[in-house]
């Protein structure tokens, strides 16, 4: 049965999405999780880590990502001396019992399926047992998280290799970052809370009663501060990861929807030589997501 509804997603991996059987109108600006596990087996094997630990979340993502790399382990010839869950649902994310592990294992390289949040937890507790000389091997979920990014983990994270997405430039995109100001948009909120995180300030509410309420502020946000290219773009990257899948999802459907529109321009491409109505078209009708992969990261 066709799904009603056409879907481009910019970050769903599943390699089960790509049954154009059973979804005839799903389209990705990401790759499948396919493609990462035989990448990271053949990096694996290209720097002679014959013996080596896995860990993943206990979600889709981790559990499908990570049965996909046994089996592309295995058929590389490495071995696997542990695997083990991350329980996302746990608080703790069971990360002492897994460090502990981790340091009792004599296998130095470790393949974590992970996200960003999640691996805060197990730094924490990789941190708190002074665990070093492991390398760790990065999914494109936890690679270039900023939330690791901090001097506390820069001695546990030396060394540590991944697969990051492929991204690219947004002309004008980070100019427009640069010169938001919490007074200039409707999303004020959002990026008075941003602004505050970033400048470690606060705005002065004044429903608030007295400045005392603010005890743990010890600057109030002036709105004089100025956003520059390092608080929009910490990781210092020349393009934005998350940003641009969903830029190439929009710029997608924007041109598939011109190639409809263009129908009777060049040639009807439909049974009995039809065009479509631009505003009552199906989802198997946009086709041109179908080829558009050789202008723009389109994956089925």
Request: proline share 3%.
């Amino acid at each position: 049965m066709t799904p009603r509804n056409l879907q481009i997603s910019y970050s769903a991996s599943s390699p089960l999405l790509s049954d154009r059987n059973k979804f005839p109108s799903f389209f990705r600006t990401v790759p499948s999780d396919d493609f990462q596990s035989c990448g990271l087996a053949q990096m694996v094997i290209y720097f002679g880590w014959s013996w080596v630990g896995l860990l993943a979340d206990d979600d889709d993502y981790g559990q499908q990502g990570i049965k996909l790399l046994q089996d592309d382990l295995t058929k590389v010839g490495a071995c696997i001396a542990f695997s083990k869950n991350i329980v996302t649902s746990r608080a703790d994310k069971n990360a002492f019992d897994i460090v502990r592990m981790i340091k009792r294992s004599s296998a130095n390289a470790i393949v974590i399926f992970s996200n960003g949040g999640n691996m805060v937890v197990l730094m924490d507790e990789l941190v708190k047992q002074n665990v070093t000389g492991k390398i760790f091997v990065a999914t494109e979920g936890w690679s270039t998280s900023t939330l690791l990014l901090v001097e506390k983990y820069s001695e546990i994270l030396t060394g540590t290799i991944g697969f990051e997405i492929h991204s690219g430039e947004m002309p004008g995109f980070e100019e427009y970052l640069t010169n938001l100001h919490p007074s200039s948009t409707r999303d004020h909120m959002l990026l008075q809370e941003f602004w505050e995180d970033t400048f470690s300030c606060k705005f002065y509410q004044e429903e608030e009663k007295s400045l005392n309420e603010y005890h743990n502020v010890t600057v109030l946000c002036t709105g004089a501060e100025k956003l520059e290219k390092q608080h929009v773009n910490p990781s210092g990257a020349t393009s934005f990861g998350l940003p641009y899948k969903i830029y190439n999802a929009v710029y997608a459907i924007a041109l598939a929807l011109q190639d409809l529109s263009s129908c009777s321009m060049t040639g009807a491409p439909f049974s009995q030589g039809t065009c479509v109505d631009i505003m009552e078209f199906q989802p198997w009708q946009v086709r041109a997501l179908k080829t558009i992969n050789t202008k723009m990261l389109i994956c089925n």
